[in-house]
C-alpha cells in the first residue's frame, strides 16, 4: 500500500450480530438453575444425570457428553467468569466469523477439549472452559492470518496468545482445573480457526478512490479444512475409547 492511500484506508470487516453466543449464555443458565433444582452442586450423581464429562459413559457410548458438558457448571463464580468470558469473545468471534462458523467453532472446540479430558484426567469434569480457550484460539488465528491486513491485528494477535499462555500456566497452578480439556480445547480452536477464519482482501473502490476490506471467497477451503478437522477428531476419539477399559454393572 502506497503511503498516499494510507489516509483513504478503511479497515473495516464486515461484522455480524452475535446471536448464538447470546442463546448459548441463556442456554448455560437454565442448565444452571436446572443443577440447583437437582441438587447438581453437590452431587455428583446428579452432574452425571445433566450431562457432565463422564468416562465410563462416554465409554459406553455416550459421546455427546463431549458437548453437554460445557453448559454445566460448579458454582456461581464458575459460571460467572465462563459467562463473562463467553460474552467478551465469543460475542468477538462470532461478529467476525459468523453465526454459523462460529457454531462450529463452539461445537469441534467443545469435542477436542472433551476428548483430550476423556483421555488425560478420569476425573468427572465440567464447564465451558474448554469451548472458551478453543474460540480464543480461533481469534489468534484470525488475527495471525489477517496481521497485514486488518487495522491493530498484529496487536491483537500477541495479546490473545500471551492470555491464553497466561491462563494455561493459572491451569497447572490451581487445584482442580481440568488443564488438559483447556489444551485439547485451544488446540481445536487454532487449527479450526485456520481453516474457516474470513479473509480479506484489500481494493480499491475506483468511484470514490479508498482503499477497503473485502472478504474472499473460502467455501472450498472451509469444506476441506472442516472435514479434515472432523476425521482427525473421529479417529482420535475411536482410538482414545478404545484403549479405556469398558466396565459393565
Known amino acids: 500500500m502506497k503511503p498516499e492511500e494510507l489516509v483513504n484506508f478503511d479497515p473495516r470487516i464486515p461484522k455480524h450480530k452475535p446471536i448464538l453466543t447470546r442463546l448459548i449464555i441463556v442456554l448455560i443458565c437454565i442448565m444452571?438453575?436446572?443443577?440447583?433444582?437437582?441438587?447438581?452442586?453437590?452431587?455428583?450423581?446428579?452432574?452425571?444425570?445433566?450431562?457432565?464429562?463422564?468416562?465410563?459413559?462416554?465409554?459406553?457410548?455416550?459421546?455427546?457428553?463431549?458437548?453437554?458438558?460445557?453448559?454445566?457448571?460448579?458454582?456461581?463464580?464458575?459460571?460467572?467468569?465462563?459467562?463473562?468470558?463467553?460474552?467478551?469473545?465469543?460475542?468477538?468471534?462470532?461478529s467476525i466469523f459468523g453465526s454459523f462458523r462460529f457454531l462450529l467453532i463452539y461445537l469441534i472446540s467443545s469435542w477436542g477439549a472433551g476428548l483430550a479430558s476423556y483421555a488425560f484426567s478420569p476425573n468427572l469434569a465440567i464447564g465451558a472452559s474448554g469451548a472458551l480457550f478453543g474460540i480464543i484460539g480461533s481469534l489468534v488465528m484470525f488475527f495471525f492470518r489477517q496481521r497485514e491486513k486488518?487495522?491493530?491485528?498484529?496487536?491483537?494477535?500477541?495479546?490473545?496468545?500471551?492470555?491464553?499462555?497466561?491462563?494455561?500456566?493459572?491451569?497447572?497452578?490451581?487445584?482442580?482445573?481440568?488443564?488438559?480439556?483447556?489444551?485439547?480445547?485451544?488446540?481445536?480452536?487454532l487449527v479450526t480457526g485456520w481453516f474457516i477464519s474470513?479473509?480479506?482482501?484489500?481494493?480499491?473502490?475506483?468511484?470514490?478512490?479508498?482503499?477497503?476490506?473485502?472478504?474472499?471467497?473460502?467455501?472450498?477451503?472451509?469444506?476441506?479444512?472442516?472435514?479434515?478437522?472432523?476425521?482427525?477428531?473421529?479417529?482420535?476419539?475411536?482410538f482414545a475409547i478404545s484403549i479405556q477399559p469398558i466396565k459393565t454393572n
Open 32 to 94: 444452571f438453575i436446572a443443577e440447583i433444582y437437582f441438587k447438581g452442586l453437590y452431587s455428583d450423581k446428579a452432574l452425571i444425570i445433566l450431562g457432565a464429562k463422564w468416562n465410563e459413559g462416554i465409554t459406553n457410548g455416550e459421546y455427546w457428553r463431549f458437548f453437554s458438558c460445557t453448559l454445566l457448571h460448579g458454582g456461581l463464580l464458575h459460571l460467572f467468569l465462563n459467562l463473562a468470558a463467553l460474552h467478551i469473545f465469543g460475542s468477538e468471534v462470532e
Open 198 to 238: 474470513p479473509e480479506y482482501n484489500i481494493e480499491k473502490d475506483e468511484t470514490i478512490g479508498k482503499l477497503h476490506v473485502v472478504k474472499k471467497r473460502d467455501l472450498t477451503r472451509v469444506i476441506a479444512g472442516l472435514f479434515l478437522v472432523l476425521t482427525i477428531l473421529y479417529w482420535l476419539s475411536r
Open 150 to 189: 486488518v487495522s491493530g491485528a498484529t496487536m491483537r494477535f500477541k495479546s490473545m496468545y500471551t492470555l491464553i499462555i497466561i491462563n494455561l500456566m493459572l491451569g497447572l497452578l490451581i487445584p482442580r482445573i481440568d488443564n488438559s480439556a483447556h489444551i485439547g480445547g485451544v488446540i481445536t480452536g
